[in-house]
């Protein structure tokens, strides 16, 4: 079931360092998936997409990697900044409908 | 390029009062629009989207409705505001005429009821 209640799963990583960020998703007829990245107090800001026909995916200095046997997703984020602290969602999309299911998010620290 | 906006940034208001909150898109036409609610330390929960004009899908029961009078303009309304209602309200856009397209979110408004 659903976790509740208000803490985030938090990584904590030191700058410089190689983050990796997971997402487990429910819907095995799921054909598209984001990530996105949240600041305090702002909207989540796209980072990185791919389709279920791909299994990796890279942009600048992030990869997003997918394993559907697993209903697994990844962001592996290389040599970690502090400006890259801020809360991940991945945000998986139903073939059928319209709306983007969200997981919960991690918050990354990015220590110096 | 496209932006949208989204205002006001932050309200206070007491409950059983009206709210309006708006959400407009710059640089394109006819996108599909959403709204979003997001609790603290919580995801993002789809409150209504719309694909056109006067065309609106609401995905939760509650105490909000939402109305699209222009083509790039979204509106998210009540006419008694809950305790419940406070959170984060994020606007969203797709390019129209499909459902696998990248959402991009607005600033957000930040409402507190008490």
């Known amino acids: 079931g659903e976790s509740v209640g208000l803490h985030l799963p938090t990584l904590s990583v030191q700058e410089g360092d190689n983050s990796i960020i997971n997402c487990a998703y429910s819907n095995s007829a799921s054909d598209y998936f984001i990530w996105y990245k949240q600041e305090s107090g702002k909207g989540p800001q796209f980072i990185i997409d791919i389709r279920s026909n791909m299994d990796k995916r890279q942009g600048q200095r992030v990869t997003v990697l997918l394993n559907k046997t697993v209903k697994h997703l990844s962001l592996q984020i290389a040599a970690t900044q502090p400006g890259d602290s801020a809360v991940y969602f991945c945000?998986?999309?139903?073939?059928?409908?319209?709306?983007?299911?969200f997981g919960k998010g991690t918050s990354l620290l990015v220590t110096p | 390029s496209q932006t949208i906006h989204q205002w006001p940034a932050t309200l206070v208001q007491p409950v059983g009062s009206p709210l309006s909150l708006e959400c407009t898109v710059e640089g394109t036409s006819n996108p599909n629009l959403y709204w979003y609610r997001q609790a603290a330390g919580r995801g993002l929960q789809l409150l209504f989207y719309?694909?056109?004009?006067?065309?609106i899908s609401s995905e939760v029961p509650q105490n909000l409705s939402a109305s699209r009078p222009q083509d790039r303009q979204f509106i998210l309304s009540s006419k008694k505001l809950l305790l419940s209602d406070s959170g984060f309200y994020l606007c969203?856009?797709?390019?129209?005429?499909?459902?696998?397209?990248?959402?991009?979110f607005g600033p957000g408004t930040r409402l507190l009821v008490l």
């Open positions: 945000a998986e999309n139903l073939n059928s409908g319209y709306a983007l299911n």
């Open positions: 719309s694909v056109g004009i006067g065309q």
């Open positions: 969203a856009w797709t390019e129209g005429g499909g459902s696998q397209e990248t959402q991009y």
